[in-house]
């Protein structure tokens, strides 16, 4: 297969600090288009599933619908997206209210079309020319792609990592700064690195409040991060 083919054929996946593509798309709460969440200043949670009615995405829903609170609580709206029709949604999450006591209280699109799927590169034809796989993607009120995740069919996503990662992004946008490895809120941050020599030996002569490993790791509690 020529290089040009396989071009044509590859799902072009939007990329980090890229705009998202927007929709206008059929849900399970009607007719829902991406860029009216994000006027109104929410994050949002764009995420896909490979088909109703499955073990792993029951499994995952159910997660997203307990943790529906948290993510409210971060102005974060959750988004579903798979290739099934708006009936098989409606029923498929009426099982899941009536088997595990939950509430699904964000929409689902019917991407019957893939017109949603494609614009995102969900749709991956190596698995599955038929089915989502399961991909995330963190949008800002900007309507700009923050962060993006892809799991495999047999793997099911830890929606706890998803709410950390809006957590970090969050924080990152208001503090000016970086988060370690395994970061949790509360924990420090990461003071962003000097760009000069100068400042690089300040840095590594140490500062009040900072924790300093070497001139370019620096931690720092959230609240006072001044600069060098």
Same mark, same amino acid.
């Given at each position: 297969?020529? *290089?040009?083919?396989?071009? =044509? !054929? ?16 059929? &849900? ?9 969440? !994000? &006027? ?10 490979? #088909? ?6 029951? *499994?995952? $829903? ?6 529906? +609170?948290? %993510? ?9 997206? &798979? ?16 088997? %595990?006591?939950?509430?699904?209280? %964000? ?27 399961? @991909?995330?993607? $963190?949008?800002?009120?900007?309507? !700009? ?20 990662? %809006? ?25 962003? @690195?000097?760009?000069? =020599? ?8 140490? @500062? +009040? ?14 609240? &006072?991060? #001044?600069?060098?």
């Amino acid at each position: 297969m020529s *290089t040009e083919t396989i071009s =044509q !054929t590859v799902p072009r996946i939007p990329r980090i600090n890229e705009p998202a593509p927007d929709f206008q798309a059929k &849900s399970t709460h009607g007719m829902i288009k991406l860029s009216d969440y !994000t &006027s109104k200043g929410k994050w949002v949670l764009l995420f896909s599933h490979p #088909a109703d009615f499955t073990p792993v995405c029951t *499994t995952e $829903f159910v997660e997203f619908a307990r943790h529906a +609170p948290e %993510f409210d609580k971060r102005n974060v709206q959750l988004i579903g997206n &798979s290739i099934d029709s708006v009936y098989s949604h409606i029923a498929w999450i009426r099982n899941i209210e009536q088997n %595990f006591n939950v509430k699904v209280p %964000f929409p689902v699109i019917a991407d019957l079309d893939q017109k949603v799927a494609k614009s995102f590169g969900m749709v991956h034809e190596a698995v599955s020319d038929t089915a989502t796989v399961r @991909a995330v993607f $963190f949008i800002d009120p900007k309507n !700009t792609i923050r962060a993006l995740l892809y799991y495999p069919l047999s793997l099911g996503r830890n929606v706890d990592e998803l709410v950390r990662v %809006f957590d970090a992004l969050q924080t990152a946008d208001a503090n000016a700064c970086a988060t370690p490895a395994n970061w949790r809120p509360g924990d420090p941050v990461i003071v962003p @690195a000097p760009v000069t =020599q100068a400042d690089a030996e300040k840095r590594a002569a140490g @500062a +009040p409040g900072h924790e300093v490993t070497d001139w370019y790791l620096t931690r720092k509690k959230i609240g &006072s991060i #001044a600069a060098d």
